[in-house]
Structure formats: C-alpha cells, structure tokens
C-alpha cells in the first residue's frame, strides 16, 4: 500500500503474484511505483496460501533487503502483514522491522 505523507492511502499496488509456495520479489518492483506516485510511507502486505501467517525466513530477508532500500531513497516502511486464515502477524508489532 502507497500512502502520502500525512499516512494516507494513496492506492494500493500488486508487485507481485506468487505460486503456491513462493513469490519473487524484486525491490526495483516494490519502489518504483512508489517513486513514480512520490509516496512517503508503504506498508507491505501479502498472504499465505497455507493459511499460517508466521513470518517465513525468506520472508524476514526480503523484509530486511526493502527496508534498507526504503532508508536510501527516503520513504517510510510502517509494516509488513502476513495475511493467513483469518489472522495475521505483524511485523512492527513483532518488533521485526528494527529501529523504524
């Protein structure tokens, strides 16, 4: 999701559809609709098929790899959700996003 500065949605963005157990994700994806709509915050969000939303390693990493990306081009990550059968799990709320 793109928001503006105030942390309003400005819209949603579909970076990436992955298969059953796996999607790629590219950080030059995830930013450049960002850089083009000026964003100034983004909150990632993305399902489990398996219907558990526990944060996966690979997960994590991505996570890491975008934020770090976030913090050169000057936009704010405000969270990562997993989304899974009727829960979810967040990340700021898990304490892994680091020092945002």
Do not use: Q, W
């Not at 983004?42 to 890491?64: A, K, Q, Y």
């Amino acid at each position: 999701m793109l928001l503006d500065g105030k942390n309003r949605v400005l819209r949603e963005e579909r970076v990436s559809e992955g298969s059953l157990t796996a999607s790629l994700v590219h950080p030059r994806e995830v930013f450049a609709p960002a850089i083009r709509e000026s964003a100034g915050a983004l909150v990632f969000v993305h399902n489990h098929p398996s219907g558990d939303p526990t944060p996966s390693v690979e997960d994590v990493e991505i996570t890491r790899r975008l934020c770090a990306v976030a913090d050169l081009v000057g936009i704010r990550i405000l969270d990562h959700v997993v989304v899974g059968d009727g829960t979810y799990v967040s990340f700021l709320e898990r304490g892994l996003l680091g020092e945002r």
